[in-house]
């Protein structure tokens, strides 16, 4: 068996696991702890793992099965790719960057990251600004954090992260079946939950 160890995020202690599909070739999930943080990991036969659209899937899907237990209440996500060699070593970065970790937790605790976009057709000629401006404050109503727009398309109208209250996920997605039915003209995309990469940010700079 391997000990590398190939991570999806950080919780608070906890002990767990779940067979679940994992990066690599392993069937199981499961917490290595330190202190009063616990990284989520699974084996795997490198620590640099080759990046494939199925492997960035796999990453995502385990985040969201962890985040749906009801045992954990908030989960920092690493940035896909992250192996380490052993426990110690994976150790010493949970050590190295505890505060980090722990302030990243506390900031997140009970909130969920949620996606939407607009989408236009190639031709529509549209109030977007008033949209826009309109649907923002709609949604930023019912989230405790929100991203800038990411508008890398011309089709375009709004694209945004949110951070939203666990229990208040249900009332966010009403007011977004509420605009679907009112922008009828726009495509509107609705993801999520994922874990809150676009509220976090913690540089780890393991010595793998």
């Known amino acids: 068996m391997s000990s590398n160890r190939y991570v999806y995020g950080v919780v608070e202690k906890n002990d767990f696991e779940f067979d679940t599909e994992t990066v690599g070739d392993a069937d199981r999930v499961y917490t290595v702890t330190y202190r009063s943080l616990s990284a989520v990991v699974s084996d795997i036969d490198t620590t640099d793992p080759e990046r494939t659209d ?3 899937k796999t990453h995502d899907e385990v985040l969201r099965d962890v985040l749906e237990r009801d045992d954990v209440d908030a989960v920092v996500p690493m940035q896909f790719g992250m192996a380490f ?4 070593s994976l150790k010493s970065v949970l050590r190295g960057a ?3 970790f722990r302030k990243a937790l506390n900031e997140v605790d009970g909130h969920v990251e949620l996606g939407v976009k607009l989408v236009a057709g190639e031709d529509d000629e549209l109030p977007r600004d008033e949209i826009r401006e ?3 404050e709609r949604l930023a109503a019912v989230a405790e954090s929100e991203t800038e727009d990411d508008l890398f398309s011309d089709r375009l109208v709004l694209n945004r992260s ?10 966010f997605a009403a007011e977004v079946g509420e605009i679907r039915d009112e922008y009828g003209e726009l495509t509107v995309q609705f993801t999520g939950p994922w874990a809150p ?4 940010d913690i540089h780890v700079g393991a010595q793998r």
């Open 85 to 88: 060699k052993d426990n110690r």
């Open 162 to 171: 949110y951070l939203v209250a666990t229990e208040d996920r249900e009332t």
């Open 197 to 200: 990469y676009n509220f976090v």
């Open 54 to 56: 199925e492997d960035s």
């Open 134 to 136: 309109d649907v923002g």
């Open 98 to 100: 505890r505060r980090a």
